[in-house]
């Protein structure tokens, strides 16, 4: 998909200006220090394009890279390489900014029982490769879909009538194998959630302090998440009020992409 989006009918630049049999020769070259990810998905590019292409990578994904330093090489047909260059690079780009994201979220935590999750606002179609990313920087999967797990969150409370009416309908018509999450806003809702029997409680745009107090009123009973622009926040500190999960849709919806270019000789 994203291969004919940027072709199209064919790259015009390349084939006018590049004679048939040229040979390039090309180093991707980090201009920041990264956590590297998406170097199979670039390869894959390369070989939909011209499985002769050869993509020879010097580290691999998870992997720390320093600026200036060439993560792989690639070399084949010149028009070739250079038709899939741009959907190569941002594909590797964006995995690898996310990792890194996910990387310094992970090691903000280090030292608490908190773990690291992404959440569903991914790039439409490029899912399964941002949630690959957050697993490569150290963090962990929520649901991938909404097959996945049960998560009540307001709307669906506001529908079903009720915390309690919610997570008893769920009981009744879910598989006993899934687990069942609901949001809350303040400690009354949280008491409803336990009371109901909800496994997982999303604590949502809470301050350190009223997530401090649900943990202590959880005790235990379900797991904590702590939610809602995680990613603006301190969250050595959230981790510390002893949530057991950070949520942060900042890792795939608003990421930085990575700074790498791939520079070509011509042999």
């Given at each position: 998909?994203?291969?004919?989006?940027?072709?199209?009918?064919?790259?015009?630049?390349?084939?006018?200006?590049?004679?048939?049999?040229?040979?390039?020769?090309?180093?991707?070259?980090?201009?920041?220090?990264?956590?590297?990810?998406?170097?199979?998905?670039a390869e894959l590019v390369f070989h939909m394009?011209?499985?002769?292409?050869?993509?020879?990578?010097?580290?691999?994904?998870?992997?720390?890279?320093?600026?200036?330093?060439?993560?792989?090489?690639?070399?084949?047909?010149?028009?070739?390489?250079?038709?899939?260059?741009?959907?190569?690079?941002?594909?590797?780009?964006?995995?690898?900014?996310?990792?890194?994201?996910?990387?310094?979220?992970?090691?903000?935590?280090?030292?608490?029982?908190?773990?690291?999750?992404?959440?569903?606002?991914?790039?439409?179609?490029?899912?399964?490769?941002?949630?690959?990313?957050?697993?490569?920087?150290?963090?962990?999967?929520?649901?991938?879909?909404?097959?996945?797990?049960?998560?009540?969150?307001?709307?669906?409370?506001?529908?079903?009538?009720?915390?309690?009416?919610?997570?008893?309908?769920?009981?009744?018509?879910?598989?006993?194998?899934?687990?069942?999450?609901?949001?809350?806003?303040?400690?009354?809702?949280?008491?409803?959630?336990?009371?109901?029997?909800?496994?997982?409680?999303?604590?949502?745009?809470?301050?350190?302090?009223?997530?401090?107090?649900?943990?202590?009123?959880?005790?235990?009973?379900?797991?904590?998440?702590?939610?809602?622009?995680?990613?603006?926040?301190?969250?050595?500190?959230?981790?510390?009020?002893?949530?057991?999960?950070?949520?942060?849709?900042?890792?795939?919806?608003?990421?930085?992409?990575?700074?790498?270019?791939?520079?070509?000789?011509?042999?």
């Amino acid at each position: 998909m994203a291969l004919n989006e940027d072709v199209g009918t064919g790259d015009i630049t390349t084939e006018t200006t590049i004679p048939a049999e040229k040979v390039a020769y090309g180093r991707f070259i980090a201009k920041e220090d990264m956590i590297i990810c998406g170097l199979e998905i670039a390869e894959l590019v390369f070989h939909m394009v011209d499985k002769q292409i050869q993509l020879v990578a010097n580290v691999k994904d998870g992997d720390f890279v320093k600026k200036g330093d060439c993560i792989a090489t690639v070399s084949g047909n010149a028009r070739n390489v250079l038709t899939g260059e741009r959907t190569a690079l941002n594909l590797l780009q964006r995995m690898t900014g996310i990792a890194t994201r996910t990387n310094e979220a992970v090691k903000c935590v280090n030292g608490t029982n908190a773990k690291i999750a992404d959440t569903r606002k991914t790039t439409p179609g490029l899912r399964v490769l941002e949630k690959y990313a957050v697993r490569v920087g150290g963090g962990t999967n929520h649901r991938f879909n909404l097959a996945d797990g049960i998560l009540i969150k307001d709307n669906h409370i506001a529908v079903s009538g009720g915390i309690t009416n919610a997570v008893k309908n769920a009981r009744i018509n879910a598989p006993h194998t899934l687990k069942i999450e609901v949001e809350v806003e303040n400690e009354q809702m949280l008491h409803e959630a336990i009371n109901a029997g909800a496994d997982i409680i999303m604590l949502d745009n809470m301050t350190n302090e009223q997530m401090k107090k649900c943990v202590e009123i959880t005790a235990g009973r379900a797991l904590l998440e702590a939610s809602g622009n995680m990613g603006d926040k301190d969250l050595k500190a959230v981790a510390m009020t002893g949530v057991d999960l950070i949520s942060i849709g900042a890792l795939t919806h608003s990421v930085k992409a990575a700074d790498i270019s791939l520079k070509f000789t011509i042999e």
